[in-house]
């Protein structure tokens, strides 16, 4: 298991009629149904990819004329595929990265999924989570939509 999403990170807390909420519980829990999936991420680069392989299509075809377009084109495709792959990280990791503000609206939006369960640590909310499927399908569905749209990444599984 990651350790880094067991740094307690906030203190930030909202108060229910059960219990303080506090983000840093729920940013365990959502690292913990990341790794359980072994979910990565990577921010899309297309655009500097696409820059470079039209940069070298247009240096080919000035240089060799028609072929040198195609050869350039094709250079420039793999060039361009080869800089933009690989930048794939643990979702747990972003999650801890994330500045207060984000992880705090990640934390409202998870809040509300979880707020009827009755727990008092982070260890307690994981356990009730990961014994839930329509709790586990809710939550990834949140951590893949956050990623995705606002973090504009790329989400692959390692499973």
């Known amino acids: 298991m990651n350790r880094a999403c067991f740094k307690d990170k906030s203190d930030s807390e909202i108060e229910s009629p059960k219990m303080p909420v506090v983000v840093a519980d729920i940013m365990k829990l959502l690292c913990s149904i990341s790794e359980e999936r072994k979910m990565k991420a990577a921010v899309k680069h297309s655009g500097r990819g696409a820059l470079v392989t039209g940069a070298v ?3 080919g075809g000035l240089v060799g004329g028609p072929p040198g377009l ?8 793999l060039l361009g595929a080869w800089m933009t792959s690989g930048q794939f ?17 990640l934390f409202n939006e998870a809040t ?7 727990w008092t640590d982070a260890v307690q909310l994981t356990t009730l989570v990961m014994g839930s499927e ?6 990834m569905a949140l ?10 990444a790329e989400i692959q599984y390692d499973d």
């Not at 329509?134 to 939550?139: F, G, I, R, S, V």
């Open 70 to 77: 195609a050869v350039g084109g094709a250079v420039g495709g």
């Open 134 to 139: 329509a709790l586990k399908q809710q939550l």
């Open 112 to 118: 509300a999924i979880v707020r009827h369960l009755d």
């Open 57 to 59: 299509a247009f240096v």
């Open 143 to 152: 951590l893949v939509n956050y990623v995705t749209k606002e973090l504009r």
């Open 89 to 105: 990280k643990p979702i747990p990791q972003i999650l801890i990265e994330l500045p207060p503000a984000e992880q705090q609206k």
